[in-house]
């Protein structure tokens, strides 16, 4: 597999526990068969999903994107907006977005 050259990685809080699973239940079942696929073809190499665990009391997803490159990164990003334009409109999500270069990546 090509390394990625761009990563971001990303929190989201729900107010609920109930929000949360929704969130995940609707990706799962509708939107990761119809959205992977076209960000995979855009240059899209990794996608991961994390339940933040280590947070009493708070109910936060986190997700790592690798892309190719930065092109990939910014053809990406009208799918990702579609996507939180469905899951805003109904939960009340906020956001956290940290974007970087890969600058060293060990794997062991």
């Known amino acids: 597999m090509t390394p990625a050259t761009i990563v971001n990685y990303s929190t989201v809080d729900f107010s609920s526990k109930n929000d949360m699973e929704i969130t995940i239940m609707r ?18 190499i990794r996608h991961a999903m994390l339940r933040i665990w280590n947070k009493e009391g ?25 996507i939180d334009a469905l899951e805003q409109k109904d939960t009340s999500i906020k956001y956290q ?5 890969v600058t060293e990546d060990i794997l062991f």
């Open 27 to 44: 990706w799962n079942n509708e939107q990761k068969s119809k959205y992977l696929p076209e960000l995979k073809k855009k240059g899209m």
């Open 58 to 82: 708070v109910y936060r997803l986190g997700f790592i994107f690798e892309y190719r490159d930065e092109k990939a990164y910014k053809e990406c990003q009208p799918i990702w907006q579609e």
């Open 97 to 101: 977005s940290m974007r970087g270069i």
